[in-house]
């Protein structure tokens, strides 16, 4: 090759390789500026990122917190559950058969299945399979007895929720199930993973985070492979396995953080009474609700049908799990005294009668008269008073012991719509009453606006509120739905003198009441129909609530029977026995009582149960009866205020 084509060939090769050489300089600098940033500004930071890959936080759930009744009585704690597990990388391969075999003899179990989930995780040997959840104690001891031969084979223990009272007040204490992903988002600063159990419903749920507690953790030796697992003692103190599931030995790295058990929660609820209250609703659909009318402490807020949150203990879904969160009617899990709203019937007049005395509507001088119907301004529709040969001359005090619907019509026309509803949320009815438990209904007192809204796609004449629609109203029909809670708040109301109490359940949650709504003239005409209801005649007439009378005792009470279809459905029924269930009237009752300690009141509603002189009155009669048989003259179990 001739010096000028050697030329030609390598001209400007020096150029290019000081290029490459600056090229190679600065990549060399840009690496030691990184190295430096890395190994000198960051060492905190990568060398706690490599301690946290190092160790493995290994969580320790802590116990859920304890919940009493007024007395001291258990009803929800924690008792030490046992799993039987093996672990096949610790049980030599020529004894696995015999193993499995003799847990099958032992406690009952499958070999053949257990034997398949084994080959299913060779490739993880020390993993801890779980055998059998929740074994007997007989299953336990044995198991512990002959653990020489079952190689590989432990128990493990942990606490599992128990309901001591089985279905008393379960829906009222509520259940626990599984954490889901929304939860887990509500609940993202209390450590929650999936898998978790956490409250469900009622004061499981209300008082999650008092009842839920503060885990602990351990710190162990973390390989690239293979999960650390827990083992506990016989006493259930839990520790590190040997190894992890891959073998890999294992060691702490500090001394455990212990976790700490949930706050205890003391109702106020009073278990013997609850369960009176359960055993008289038993066969039947409906409630009863008992407060503390001075301070608005729960006693007893039965619903039936109920169910045993003992049934969402153990994981899995059993045929009776299934079918409760069904929602099968009638859904067992629905408490009818906090959740389900009704028309309120007659009861409703004892907060018109309230009202119209407040207002100066009516006075007890105030008379109408019932001739057994009603029309506006004299001509028109006829609306029927329950006695159809009529009351005669009613004042209010007479109309309230004897319901008369006429007086009532009057009075509700005079008093107004607004002012019908302002009274009824002002004494807790169509609103919450703010108890401590999840999914409280609101209820319903309807307006002229409420009207307007839900028939806002309609023409006006559809939207435009009548005076009939007001008369129905006055005694509880059309469109007002109340809860048995609201009636025992109205009913608290009359027996406390005037004031609004907020119902609750835990006894440190802070007691509140309202300002007086009602001037004590109102509230004694109001007392004086009451008592007049529930007294036997003669010399004055019976009440309509004479089954509820006891002898000896201050007491007040109102029935009532509330519609659930029109009378023209079933009036050609010769015995109301012959009527349909579903159409049946809903039985009421409520009472208060004024001379005893702790000034109790309540509510009973017998779904479907015709009328509520006859069925619900001797039921209330037979609560109050209890209570007070059952109270201790222990001061400190007495909620009423001693103001």
């Not at 190295?35 to 000198?40: D, E, I, K, T």
């Not at 030490?80 to 099958?104: F, H, K, M, N, Y």
């Not at 029309?375 to 007479?398: F, L």
């Not at 005079?414 to 438990?437: A, C, E, P, R, W």
Request: a neutral charge; proline letters at 5%.
């Amino acid at each position: 090759m001739s010096v000028k084509m050697q030329t030609e060939r390598y001209q400007g090769v020096t150029s290019r390789v000081q290029w490459i050489g600056i090229a190679i300089m600065a990549a060399m600098v840009v690496l030691c500026i990184q190295f430096w940033r890395l190994q000198v500004l960051s060492l905190n930071e990568f060398s706690q990122l490599a301690e946290n890959n190092r160790v493995w936080q290994k969580r320790l759930a802590s116990d859920r917190g304890i919940i009493y009744d007024r007395r001291g009585d258990i009803l929800a704690d924690n008792r030490a559950s046992a799993d039987v597990v093996i672990v096949p990388g610790e049980c030599p391969p020529e004894l696995l058969d015999t193993v499995c075999a003799r847990l099958e003899t032992w406690i009952g179990i499958d070999a053949e299945e257990l034997r398949e989930r084994i080959d299913t995780h060779r490739s993880a040997p020390f993993t801890q399979l779980q055998v059998k959840r929740d074994v007997t104690k007989a299953d336990r001891v044995r198991i512990e007895e002959n653990l020489h031969a079952l190689p590989g084979v432990t128990t493990i223990v942990h606490p599992q929720r128990r309901y001591l009272h089985g279905e008393t007040a379960g829906q009222i204490i509520g259940y626990l199930g599984e954490i889901n992903r929304d939860e887990l988002e509500r609940y993202a600063d209390h450590g929650y993973v999936l898998g978790d159990l956490i409250g469900k419903g009622g004061l499981e749920r209300y008082y999650e985070r008092l009842l839920h507690g503060q885990d602990g953790y351990m710190l162990v030796t973390r390989y690239a492979s293979g999960q650390p697992q827990l083992r506990t003692d016989k006493s259930g103190r839990p520790y590190i396995a040997r190894r992890d599931t891959r073998g890999h030995l294992l060691s702490t790295e500090a001394q455990p953080v212990l976790p700490r058990s949930g706050e205890p929660l003391h109702l106020t609820l009073d278990i013997p009474l609850q369960q009176h209250c359960e055993m008289l609703l038993r066969g039947q659909q409906g409630a009863i609700v008992v407060l503390d009318a001075d301070t608005g402490a729960v006693l007893a807020m039965a619903s039936a049908p109920g169910y045993d949150p003992s049934v969402f203990v153990n994981r899995g879904m059993s045929g009776e799990r299934l079918e409760l969160l069904s929602g099968k009617k009638p859904n067992r899990m629905i408490n009818r005294g906090y959740r389900e709203v009704y028309p309120p019937g007659s009861l409703f007049k004892i907060m018109l009668a309230a009202a119209a005395l407040e207002e100066k509507a009516a006075d007890a001088r105030t008379r109408y008269y019932c001739p057994g119907h009603f029309q506006i301004d004299g001509r028109g529709r006829r609306w029927h008073c329950w006695r159809r040969t009529g009351h005669g001359s009613m004042e209010v005090v007479e109309a309230l012991a004897y319901s008369c619907d006429v007086y009532f019509y009057n009075v509700g026309l005079k008093l107004g719509v607004d002012k019908i509803q302002h009274y009824s949320n002002l004494m807790g009815l169509g609103v919450v009453t703010g108890i401590d438990l999840p999914g409280e209904q609101a209820g319903l007192i309807p307006n002229p606006q409420w009207k307007d809204a839900i028939n806002a796609d309609k023409p006006v004449w559809d939207r435009q509120w009548y005076p009939g629609e007001t008369v129905n109203l006055s005694i509880g029909q059309g469109a007002a739905a109340t809860t048995p809670l609201q009636n025992a708040v109205m009913t608290a109301c009359i027996v406390n003198g005037g004031y609004r109490v907020r119902p609750y359940l835990w006894q440190e949650r802070e007691r509140l009441r309202s300002e007086r709504i009602f001037s004590e003239t109102t509230v004694e005409q109001v007392i004086k129909g009451l008592l007049l209801c529930v007294e036997k005649g003669p010399p004055a007439p019976t009440g309509t609530c004479y089954r509820a009378h006891i002898p000896g005792m201050s007491m007040i009470g109102k029935t009532g029977t509330a519609q659930v279809v029109s009378l023209s459905h079933i009036e050609h029924y010769d015995d109301e026995e012959d009527i349909p269930y579903h159409q049946r009237h809903h039985a009421w009752f409520v009472a208060g009582v004024l001379d005893r300690s702790p000034r109790i009141a309540l509510c009973v509603l017998i779904e479907h149960g015709h009328a509520g002189g006859a069925v619900a009155s001797p039921v209330a009669r037979d609560v109050i009866e209890f209570f007070y048989a059952n109270q201790r003259d222990d001061p400190s179990l007495m909620l009423a205020d001693k103001e």
